[in-house]
């Protein structure tokens, strides 16, 4: 065999050897489960799920930083005890209104009755508190929330008399009940000797025989 020959043949061999040791794509290390994809870094474990876990963490709502005020209460307790749309005929057509009656008293002795008309059920609840505060009285009890004696009155078509009885609670109806329960009186007994349905009515009659009651 010639040198050229030999030459040739032992490139070939080499070549066939080259090619056989070059490692395949088969063969390439595994990429661990925890890598990711782009990068190869390894992510953080996550937490467990539940109580504690990193599902109970996401619903956890931050504290507000400023806190809801606390709400003030009012001076007076109040109840609206008639409310009416009044309507006026005008040249243009008609127009309405709102009439309001509110009882408003502070369950401890001080009690008034007021009327507000606007053209908003707000407004004239404004101007109904108003007008009662203006006309506020102090009922005179003893230190049980008794009255002294029995009283008896009439206001317009509105006829009440109020009597005291111990142990019976506050036996009342209509507006007068109102009255009573906004006054703080206890253990009294209330009768209407009309046949009036007007609640304003009853209620100023309560009121006006509230204010006969005498101290002693």
């Given at each position: 065999m010639s040198e050229t020959k030999q030459q040739e043949a032992t490139t070939d061999t080499t070549s066939e050897q080259e090619v056989v040791v070059t490692p395949t794509s088969t063969d390439a290390p595994a990429v661990p489960a925890s890598a990711t994809p782009a990068t190869g870094e390894a992510t953080a474990p996550r937490g467990p799920r539940g109580?504690?876990?990193?599902?109970d963490k996401r619903n956890q709502r931050r504290p507000r930083r400023g806190g809801r005020p606390e709400r003030v209460r009012p001076e007076f307790d109040q109840k609206i005890i008639s409310i009416r749309?009044?309507?006026?005929?005008?040249?243009?057509g008609r127009r309405f209104s709102f009439s309001v009656a509110i009882v408003i008293g502070d369950k401890r002795g001080?009690?008034?009755?007021?009327?507000?008309?606007?053209g908003d059920t707000q407004l004239a609840?404004?101007?109904?508190?108003?007008?009662a505060k203006k006309n506020m009285i102090v009922v005179p009890m003893n230190k049980e929330g008794h009255l002294l004696h029995d009283v008896h009155t009439k206001y317009a078509s509105s006829e009440v008399m109020i009597m005291p009885a111990p142990g019976r609670g506050i036996v009342a109806g209509s507006s007068v009940r109102t009255v009573l329960e906004h006054a703080g009186v206890k253990?009294?007994?209330?009768?209407?000797f009309s046949r009036s349905k007007n609640k304003l009515n009853n209620a100023r009659a309560a009121i006006q025989a509230l204010e006969l009651i005498k101290k002693n």
């Open positions: 109580p504690g876990g990193r599902d749309r009044v309507t006026r005929v005008m040249a243009g001080k009690v008034g009755v007021g009327i507000g008309k606007a609840i404004e101007k109904a508190v108003r007008d253990d009294v007994t209330a009768k209407i």
